[in-house]
C-alpha cells in the first residue's frame, strides 16, 4: 500500500565503484546530513519527508575486505564493521526505485553530494543516472529534482542528458519549498517562476537563476536525525585509530555554511550561490544539535563538515567552551586553515574534543599554491602550525594535490617531501581534478584541456580516474605519481614508528591491511 509521501529525499550512493575495495571497510559511511537538513527544513512547514539512503542499501556483505588472520584483534575489528554494515541484501537501481514507488512521493530530491562535498558529488551521477533510468520507466509520472554541486554546476547539461524534470541550483531548501507548495496545489502548470529551479520547456532549458539562500542557518532546525538509522553510520578509519571497534554510530553537521575563500580547484560556492561567502549557526544551535545526537543517538564520532570550522578565534572558543562544560568526551574532527589558528584555540579545541584538524596544504610549492588562489602561508608556517597543532595534541590530517596546473615532476616531488616531512598522522593525496563548478574546469573547457570521458572518472579511486594534465605532465604522469606516493608515505618507517607510538601496532596492522587493496587503473 501507497504511503502518499509529499517528499522523498533519497542519497545516492556507488562506494564500490567511488572507492573500490575500500568501501567495504575502511572508507567511512557518511550519513545523508544535506538531505537531513532537507528534510528538517520541509517538514517544518507542514510536509510530510520519508528519507532513503541508498548508499546504506547498496552495501554488501560480499563487499566486505578479507580479514587480516596476523592479528586477532584487526580481525575482530573487520568483524565488527561486517555485523554493522550487513543491513540488507545487495540493492540495484530497479529494487531502490521500488523503494521510491511504495512511498508514492509527491516529489523525490536526489541529492547530489558525497562525502567530500566538492571532490565526491560528481562520481554520484553514474549511479543516479541508472536509478532515474529505472524510476522513470517503472513509474514516469513521479516528479524527481536533482540538487547538489554537480547539477548546480551544469544544470542544462545535467537536465538533457538525465531523466529529471527539475535541477534545483544552489541552496535548494526554499526552491523544494515552493515547489512543493505549486505540486501539492493540484494546478496546472505551465511555468514555474521559482528561484533556482530549472527545467525542461518544449525543449528549452527555463533557469530561474540561483535559489534562494537562507540568511540566518539558525532558520534551519536540526538535521531530520529521526528519519535515518544514526547506528548504520561509522567514521573514517583514521579518525578512530587507537579505537577502532569504536567507528559507530558517527554525526556529521554544519556549524556554518559556506567558505570565504576562492581556491580554483573548488567547486563548492556552487553548491550555495556560485560566490565566495560564508554564514555561521550560532554555538546555542550547535550544542543544541550536539545534545540531541548524545543524549538520544549516543553518537560519540562526530565531523564539523563546515568547509572551514577554524576561522574566527572567538565564535570558535564559545563553541569549544559549550562542549566542555558537557563534558561528553567527544572524538571530533574539523577543516582548519594553515593561517587561521593559534595556541590558545587549537588547545581550547583539543579540550573540548577535536581530537583531528584537516589541513589543506595542497602543494610544497608556493608557486604552484599561488597558482590556485590558495594564498596566505608559506612553508615555514606550515611547518609551525602542524607542530603546534601535534603539540596541542590534536592529530593532523593533511591534504595534498599532485597535478595541480604549474606542477611539474619537481613541484610535485616537492609536496611529496613535505608531506613526509611533516610526518602527519594521515594524509590525503589527490589528483587534481577539474569539478564541474570550478575555475579548472572552466579554464579546462575554454582550453580544450582532456576531461574524464565518464563521470567516474572524476572519482579519485576508481578505474576510470583520469586527472587534470598540467602544463607540464599528462593526467597518467600525475596518477602514476600520485598511487607511488601513497604508497611511500604509508610504508615510511618514520610514519609507522609514530602510528605505533601514538596509536598502537594494531592500528599498524590495520594501516598494512588497507596497502593490500590495490587499485584498479585504466590509464596506468
Given at each position: 500500500?501507497?504511503?502518499n509521501i509529499d517528499l522523498l529525499i533519497v542519497k545516492p550512493g556507488s562506494p564500490q565503484k567511488i572507492y573500490g575495495d575500500l568501501s567495504s571497510s575502511f572508507a567511512a559511511i557518511e550519513p545523508p546530513v544535506w538531505g537531513g537538513m532537507v528534510a528538517s527544513f520541509i517538514r517544518d512547514k507542514g510536509y510530510s519527508v520519508k528519507m532513503l539512503d541508498m548508499e546504506v542499501e547498496d552495501l554488501a556483505v560480499g563487499q566486505i575486505a578479507k580479514e587480516d588472520k596476523s592479528s586477532s584483534s584487526t580481525t575482530e575489528a573487520l568483524a565488527e564493521v561486517k555485523k554493522r554494515t550487513k543491513f540488507s541484501s545487495p540493492s540495484s537501481?530497479?529494487?531502490?526505485?521500488?523503494?521510491i514507488i511504495k512511498s508514492n512521493p509527491l516529489l523525490v530530491n536526489i541529492v547530489v553530494m558525497g562525502p567530500n562535498p566538492s571532490a565526491s558529488s560528481t562520481p554520484l551521477m553514474a549511479a543516479i543516472r541508472e536509478l532515474l533510468n529505472s524510476l522513470k520507466e517503472k513509474s514516469p509520472q513521479i516528479k524527481t529534482i536533482l540538487t547538489g554541486i554537480h547539477p548546480s554546476a551544469l544544470p542544462e547539461k545535467t537536465l538533457r542528458e538525465e531523466k529529471?524534470?527539475?535541477?534545483?541550483?544552489?541552496?535548494?531548501?526554499?526552491?523544494?519549498?515552493?515547489?512543493?507548495?505549486l505540486l501539492k496545489s493540484g494546478k496546472k502548470i505551465q511555468n514555474y517562476k521559482i528561484k533556482g529551479l530549472c527545467y525542461l520547456s518544449d525543449g528549452k532549458v527555463i533557469s530561474n537563476g540561483w535559489g534562494e539562500l537562507i540568511q540566518n542557518p539558525d532558520e534551519l532546525p536540526p538535521v531530520a536525525w529521526d528519519l535515518i538509522s544514526v547506528e548504520k553510520y561509522r567514521a573514517h578509519n583514521w579518525h578512530c585509530f587507537g579505537n577502532l571497534?569504536?567507528?559507530?554510530?558517527?554525526?556529521?553537521?554544519y556549524t556554518s555554511l559556506g567558505c570565504p575563500y576562492n581556491c580554483s580547484y573548488c567547486n563548492i560556492h556552487t553548491l550555495y550561490d556560485g560566490k565566495p561567502g560564508i554564514r555561521f549557526r550560532s554555538p546555542k544551535k550547535i550544542i543544541e544539535e550536539i545534545d540531541l545526537l548524545v543524549k538520544t543517538y549516543?553518537?560519540?564520532?562526530?565531523?564539523?563538515?563546515?568547509?572551514?570550522?577554524?576561522?574566527?578565534?572567538?565564535?570558535?572558543?564559545?563553541?569549544?567552551d559549550l562542549l566542555i562544560d558537557r563534558g561528553y568526551d567527544l572524538n571530533i574532527w574539523a577543516y582548519a586553515r594553515i593561517n587561521t589558528v593559534n595556541e590558545r584555540m587549537l588547545k581550547k579545541m583539543?579540550?573540548?574534543?577535536?581530537?583531528?584538524?584537516?589541513?589543506?596544504?595542497?602543494?610544497?610549492?608556493?608557486g604552484v599554491r599561488i597558482g590556485v588562489s590558495k594564498l596566505g602561508f608559506g612553508q615555514d608556517t606550515i611547518r609551525k602550525v602542524v607542530r603546534m597543532t601535534q603539540d596541542a595534541g590534536i592529530y593532523v590530517l593533511g591534504n595534498f594535490i599532485f597535478g595541480l596546473p604549474d606542477d611539474d615532476l619537481e613541484t610535485m616531488q616537492e609536496t611529496f617531501n613535505l608531506a613526509k616531512e611533516l610526518n602527519c598522522e594521515y594524509v590525503n593525496f589527490y589528483a587534481a581534478m577539474a569539478y564541474p563548478g570550478s575555475r579548472l574546469f572552466k579554464e579546462a573547457r575554454n582550453n580544450g584541456a582532456e576531461l574524464p570521458k565518464s563521470w567516474l572518472g572524476y572519482a579519485q579511486l576508481n578505474e576510470e580516474t583520469l586527472p587534470l594534465n598540467t602544463k607540464y605532465l599528462s593526467g597518467?604522469?600525475?596518477?602514476?605519481f600520485r598511487d607511488k606516493a601513497f604508497k611511500e608515505y604509508y610504508t615510511n618507517p618514520e610514519y609507522l614508528k609514530q602510528i605505533s607510538e601514538k596509536f598502537g601496532q594494531e592500528t599498524v596492522l590495520h594501516?598494512?591491511?588497507?596497502?593490500?587493496?590495490?587499485i584498479k587503473r585504466k590509464f596506468v
Open positions: 500500500m501507497s504511503e537501481a530497479a529494487r531502490v526505485a521500488d523503494e529529471t524534470d527539475f535541477i534545483g541550483q544552489g541552496e535548494s531548501f526554499y526552491t523544494i519549498l515552493h515547489l512543493l507548495k571497534l569504536q567507528r559507530s554510530p558517527y554525526a556529521v553537521i549516543k553518537v560519540k564520532n562526530v565531523k564539523f563538515l563546515d568547509e572551514l570550522f577554524a576561522i574566527n578565534d572567538d565564535r570558535v572558543n564559545s563553541v569549544c583539543k579540550k573540548a574534543g577535536i581530537n583531528w584538524l584537516c589541513y589543506g596544504i595542497e602543494s610544497g610549492s608556493k597518467k604522469e600525475v596518477l602514476r594501516i598494512n591491511e588497507m596497502l593490500k587493496h590495490k
